[in-house]
């Protein structure tokens, strides 16, 4: 496995195995990776002649009081886990390079960045969109992987990339749980052994709403209600949102059906956790 740390080695490099015909598929990751990450890394080795992860923790989609200096890091087991993945390439590029002195060019999308995890976080999805355009421009994938359970941020990147007529193919990869139900995510090493277990109030909000829209629940209010009285019994637990939206371009829904989206943001302690799933599909 190379390691490349330099933006312009990286984009040289890429743009000569596109000239050999050879097919990258990237996975995009700030890293601390988890076995999330790997079931987007094992899928890409499947859809690519080279397979390449970048790691780069983006400064621009943290808000001023998030968790940017905190965010947790582990370089030294993200390198095993890409190359027990079969990852070719792992670029790792400093935010100097990515956004050096002067820089002041940013990609917006706008209707979709507005709501859910938008409406508390204003400007991050301009950092997403920005970082990830970037990547693009800099990897040249042919496609690209991103897991479902940052959903807002993969409807945005699907959409971004189909107005700017980018060429590069978007796949979405399920959600990965850990056993008992809680998504695996990197802020999940926040959590106390306490804040873990109330945690997974999320997920039995989310299956008591899927068994009652598969036993023919319709009712929007309904099905809001069931899953916040869920959560509302776990006291440690400040629900941010929990709507209920169309998974598509995120727009509000009076009734549900197959491709509603039921999308949560929550607070337990200091750690912000989300997760989401869509009505009709496989958990």
Do not use: W
């Not at 309904?222 to 169309?246: G, M, T």
């Amino acid at each position: 496995m190379k390691i490349i740390n330099n933006i312009q080695e990286m984009q040289s490099t890429a743009l000569s195995y596109r000239r050999e015909g050879r097919r990258l598929a990237f996975v995009p990751t700030m890293g601390y990776l988890h076995e999330g990450h790997a079931s987007l890394l094992r899928e890409g080795r499947r859809r690519g002649d080279l397979l390449l992860l970048s790691i780069f923790v983006n400064p621009i989609q943290f808000g001023q009081n998030e968790d940017l200096g905190r965010y947790p890091r582990n370089m030294e087991r993200d390198r095993s886990v890409a190359a027990d993945c079969g990852v070719d390439i792992l670029f790792n590029p400093d935010a100097g390079g990515m956004y050096p002195e002067g820089f002041q060019t940013g990609v917006t999308v706008r209707q979709i960045s507005l709501p859910l995890c938008g409406a508390s976080r204003p400007g991050h999805f301009d950092g997403v969109a920005t970082v990830v355009t970037k990547l693009f421009n800099i990897v040249q994938p042919d496609v690209a992987l991103f897991g479902r359970k940052d959903f807002q941020q993969l409807a945005l990147i699907r959409r971004m990339t189909t107005d700017l007529n980018l060429p590069v193919e978007i796949i979405a990869m399920p959600i990965v749980r850990e056993p008992d139900g809680l998504a695996m995510s990197s802020r999940n090493a926040y959590l106390t052994a306490d804040e873990r277990e109330s945690a997974l109030c999320l997920f039995r909000a989310i299956s008591r709403v899927r068994d009652l829209f598969a036993s023919g629940e319709r009712s929007i209010k309904a099905l809001l209600h069931e899953a916040s009285a869920i959560i509302e019994l776990e006291p440690s637990v400040q629900i941010e949102y929990l709507e209920f939206r169309d998974a598509v371009l995120l727009k509000d829904v009076q009734v549900a059906d197959s491709i509603t989206l039921l999308a949560m943001a929550v607070k337990i302690g200091s750690t912000r956790l989300i997760d989401n799933t869509v009505l009709g599909e496989e958990l």
